[in-house]
């Protein structure tokens, strides 16, 4: 399956913005999806995951009450709505389609190719 990511930006503390993942080439209501992202220098963070069906979700401690993700199995898109941002979220999005709703990344065997959210304070 294809991912493609988009929708971040540079923001200012506080905001909003919502990422989209759009999936091509497979059936995309056979995965489980996740956001995770990346900053400079460090390791790739679980951010949320959401199952097949869209009825399971968990999002990270760090973004919980705040990062809310969902998905639409008509339009093969799987969103991540981001509000009160911080600085500490700044970081390459990433996108990623799996077989079980888990927090590793290797878990997860597709990966779009990421979307920048930069939060200035």
């Known amino acids: 399956v294809q991912l493609q990511a988009s929708g971040g930006g540079l923001v200012q503390a506080g905001g909003s913005l919502r990422l989209s993942c759009a999936a091509s080439g497979r059936t995309f209501s056979n995965y489980d999806m996740g956001w995770f992202r990346q900053a400079p220098g460090k390791e790739r963070e679980f951010v949320a995951v959401i199952s097949a069906g869209g009825g399971l979700t968990y999002h990270a401690d760090s973004v919980k009450g705040r990062f809310t993700i969902s998905r639409d199995n008509v339009k093969n898109t799987v969103y991540l709505q981001m509000t009160s941002l911080r600085p500490e979220d700044t970081a390459v999005y990433l996108c990623?389609?799996?077989?079980?709703?888990?927090?590793?990344?290797?878990?997860?065997?597709?990966w779009g190719q990421g979307t920048q959210v930069t939060v200035s304070s």
């Open positions: 990623a389609a799996g077989s079980q709703p888990r927090r590793s990344p290797d878990w997860y065997s597709y």
